[in-house]
């Protein structure tokens, strides 16, 4: 990338990729530093949209293998697809921190990240899923309920589990408006489950034990997401 410094002719400022406007080359480490922080919110979006459309996909054929019948609406499906967009855009101003070496795309490590990071959430929500069918006995309507909440919650989990490179709290805080957007399609996604809105009510009961299950299985994944970047490093 061609660089130039303040005093440079108009021709070589136009020509250039970062023309420098101060004094000195300080501002070449802060381009570096800006893009590098750039490439770990795309890694992220990438790692979270491959996530997602493996446990979608391997969580509608394992609901309809275990009950026979289709444990999401469309209407529900677009609900979902919703809710983790506003998410996903969101973590365009998530706060992280830089690689210390020159970043590469790996998508040999990139998938096999995802693969891994997709089962741990599959398992959440296919667990969740048996438990309402086997030992809550809930009727169709009522499973499609929970098969709605559980994945908006879990795809919330996953996605802070994701947007960290080191531990989970190791990690730089969330940006406030990765935080107002996850709480608000908790809180939406929630309402619409107990209050019955647009599907069968569960009770306020079951919406908390959703909750509660997915922060804690987001502990449990961060510590199989740790030894998985150990063994297959995404920089």
């Not at 000195?24 to 997602?52: C, D, P, W």
């Not at 506003?86 to 998530?94: A, E, I």
């Not at 086997?134 to 989990?157: E, I, W």
């Amino acid at each position: 990338m061609g660089i130039a410094v303040a005093s440079a002719t108009d021709v070589a400022k136009s020509a250039a990729g970062i023309v420098l406007i101060a004094p000195g080359l300080a501002g070449i480490v802060v381009a570096v530093k800006e893009g590098r922080k750039i490439y770990q919110r795309i890694l992220t979006y990438a790692l979270n949209s491959m996530t997602k459309k493996i446990v979608q996909v391997l969580f509608l054929i394992l609901g309809l293998i275990m009950t026979g019948q289709a444990i999401l609406t469309p209407l529900l499906m677009i609900i979902i697809m919703l809710v983790g967009d506003v998410l996903g855009m969101s973590l365009t101003t998530d706060h992280v921190r830089p690689s210390v070496r020159p970043n590469s795309w790996r998508m040999g490590a990139l998938t096999k990240v995802a693969i891994i990071m997709g089962v741990c959430e599959l398992i959440f929500c296919s667990g969740a899923l048996a438990l309402g069918h086997y030992r809550l006995h809930l009727d169709t309507r009522h499973l499609q309920t929970l098969a709605f909440l559980v994945l908006v919650c879990g795809n919330q989990a996953t996605t802070y589990v994701l947007r960290a490179r080191h531990g989970l709290w190791a990690s730089p805080h969330p940006s406030s408006l990765v935080v107002l957007s996850s709480g608000v399609d908790i809180l939406l996604a929630a309402a619409l489950a107990a209050c019955g809105w647009l599907m069968a009510p569960l009770g306020i009961g079951y919406v908390l034990g959703v909750i509660a299950g997915a922060f804690i299985w987001a502990q449990l994944t961060d510590l199989v997401k740790i030894r998985t970047l150990h063994l297959c490093p995404l920089n």
